[in-house]
């Protein structure tokens, strides 16, 4: 974190705001050009990228499981070799001094899904299941 920092002055526009919470949130989230998720092990789904991108911003996060499944490199984020400061280093410079590359990755920002529309979609995940087992073995 002191790496990236002392690696950040002089850009005028990578600022640190420390831990964003429930009380804090909205007002970080509004005040933010992208999250970075920085983490180390494996994350079942992080809900931070979700929180992220439903505020309309993209993520640079670790290109590590269940990170890099919720980014897609490029368009709506950057993947970054997790424990590396110096990659990370480097895809926070070509941010900062490459503007236009945000907009382009906010652009790339899949729509919110509602519960109801990602319960519908698993409901037919789970009946196409049922009927391929059905088929293959013979059953009912």
């Known amino acids: 974190h002191e790496f990236l920092k002392r690696r950040a002055e002089g850009y005028g526009n990578i600022h640190f705001h420390g831990e964003i919470n ?3 949130r909205v007002d970080v989230y509004n005040n933010l ?11 079942n789904l992080p ?5 992220a991108f439903a505020a309309g911003l ?25 424990g590396n400061a110096e990659a990370w280093s480097r895809a926070i410079v070509k941010i900062a001094e490459n503007p236009e590359v945000l907009k382009k990755l906010s652009s790339g920002i899949p ?9 519908s ?8 299941a049922q009927e391929e087992v059905r088929l293959r073995y013979s059953l009912y």
């Open 22 to 24: 429930t009380d804090n």
């Open 33 to 43: 050009d992208m999250i970075a998720v920085p983490s180390v092990w494996f994350e």
């Open 47 to 51: 809900y931070v990228v979700s929180e």
């Open 58 to 82: 993209p993520v640079m996060g670790s290109d590590i499981q269940g990170v890099s499944e919720m980014i897609d490199d490029n368009v709506n984020g950057i993947l970054v070799e997790p």
């Open 111 to 119: 729509p919110l899904k509602l519960s109801i529309d990602a319960s």
């Open 121 to 128: 979609e698993m409901s037919g995940v789970l009946e196409s």
